[in-house]
């Protein structure tokens, strides 16, 4: 936080001796910005965003766990239980987005969620279509949902790269 301070005071001295009110109120707004969204990162932002990332990964694992397996009864309840992590954990960031300061990246994350959220749906799908024993209902769901997650992902990094290229400006 001692960083962010002393980076809003050296923005206001560099505005104010540039001169010209548009300077003064840009810095303001900079240092604003730079104060909400570390006070974001550090009161939970951060962690919520690794939530939902652990919460994929685990999904990627329960899936390929199940196709090896055949979907067995153990591994369709470990899709199940990832699904419903991931349904969590993009619920509890969906609750608490960056800063709308940050251009880009409040839009490009929750645009991302609601791709998973969607992913999640196609699987829980897919899995009821290979418990009905319906391969090309299934089939079609899994791609469904690999293709969300591929969107939603790259919706991520999107905001990834705002929330960079904001820090950096």
Known sequence: MRKIILLAAALAAAA???GGCAAVRHAAAKASCFSTSGHWFENG??????????????VGHADTAATRARFTSATVTAIKTADKKLAAAIAALRRDLPPTCVTGARADMSAGLSDFASAVRDQE??????????????SAAFTRAGRAFQAG?????????????????
């Open 45 to 58: 932002g951060t962690a919520r965003i690794v939530a939902v990332e652990h919460a994929l990964t685990n």
């Open 153 to 169: 992902s790259k919706k991520f990094f999107a905001a990834a790269h705002a929330i960079r290229t904001y820090v950096k400006s």
């Open 16 to 18: 104010t001796s540039a």
């Open 125 to 138: 799908t897919a899995v009821a279509a290979v418990r009905a024993k319906n391969p090309a209902a299934a």
